[in-house]
């Protein structure tokens, strides 16, 4: 029930972000209504730089405590950060091509936040590919510590390197007006909420699945403890 309650909660928030977007938030002066991608470019970003960071803790944690439901949490949100990650680098390439006529311009925001994103596709092959688990765990922990190196690099990219992405957000002030940055307020709240759901179903199902091999373990046990007498 309160899963329901939380994704019901998030589709509503979902909705009423995507119609203020849309609908309700002024055009912009420059860019026209091309610039409504960032209610959809800026909370996936987010989203995707809250996913790792939750990933690189449980790794952490994972490393000092040894326990399963760590790794296991660190390795979800690492599949939910490619996922809003891939978002992120989709909504910002069709927003370079109607703002700089080409979708890829090797700009250093783009290219440092492609770099997180194969980093931590990195993370999911070692834990695909490594047969043993134990060894799988500890390798993959100790990589999603070093991934996350390139979260504080495409964060920081736009302030350290020359780029021409837009700042929301600079010494200057803010780049939005006030209906405008309420709109995207919403958005990253909405989207926030949506993946709170999606991190508590999968490690849900997770669980789920746990029980279900343990019985089928012990049956098989028990099965073969029959055959033997």
Request: proline content about 3%; aromatic content about 12%; hydrophobic content about 50%.
């Amino acid at each position: 029930m309160r899963y329901n309650l939380l994704l019901f909660f998030a589709i509503g928030l979902s909705v009423t972000a995507s119609y203020a977007a849309y609908i309700t938030a002024p055009v912009d002066a420059v860019t026209g209504d091309i610039y409504r991608i960032l209610y959809i470019h800026v909370p996936s970003a987010w989203v995707c730089y809250l996913a790792f960071s939750l990933s690189l803790i449980t790794s952490i944690l994972f490393l000092v405590q040894r326990k399963e439901v760590y790794d296991i949490t660190a390795e979800i949100t690492a599949i939910l950060g490619l996922v809003y990650g891939a978002v992120a680098l989709l909504s910002g390439s069709i927003w370079a091509n109607a703002a700089w006529g080409s979708y890829w311009n090797w700009d250093p925001r783009e290219t440092t936040t492609l770099i997180l994103w194969i980093a931590y596709l990195g993370y999911i092959s070692i834990k695909l590919s490594i047969g043993d688990i134990e060894r799988k765990k500890v390798i993959g922990a100790v990589y999603n510590i070093t991934a996350f190196l390139t979260v504080p690099l495409s964060y920081l990219s736009i302030t350290l390197i020359p780029t021409l992405h837009p700042q929301i957000v600079s010494i200057t002030g803010i780049s939005l007006t006030l209906p405008m940055l309420t709109t995207l307020l919403v958005s990253l709240f909405a989207a926030t909420i949506l993946f709170v759901y999606l991190l508590r179903l999968a490690s849900t199902i997770w669980s789920l699945e746990r029980k279900v091999n343990a019985l089928v373990f012990e049956q098989g046990e028990q099965s073969g403890g029959k055959e033997n007498a």
